[in-house]
């Protein structure tokens, strides 16, 4: 079997944070989006 990746291996250390950057920053959007919705809903409610 060949491997298909351009790039060589990562050590476990590199693929761990890349994975860990990942998801704090998906987590971070759906924060912002969170409290987007928040403030959006507030807004009516005031209105």
């Known amino acids: ?3 298909k990746r351009d790039k060589p291996p990562k050590n476990a250390a590199e693929t761990r944070e890349d994975r860990l ?9 759906k924060r912002k989006a ?7 809903s507030d807004t009516d409610r005031k209105e």
């Open 21 to 29: 950057k990942a998801a704090l920053k998906a987590n971070m959007a």
């Open 1 to 3: 079997m060949t491997n």
């Open 34 to 40: 969170q409290a987007r919705a928040r403030k959006a």
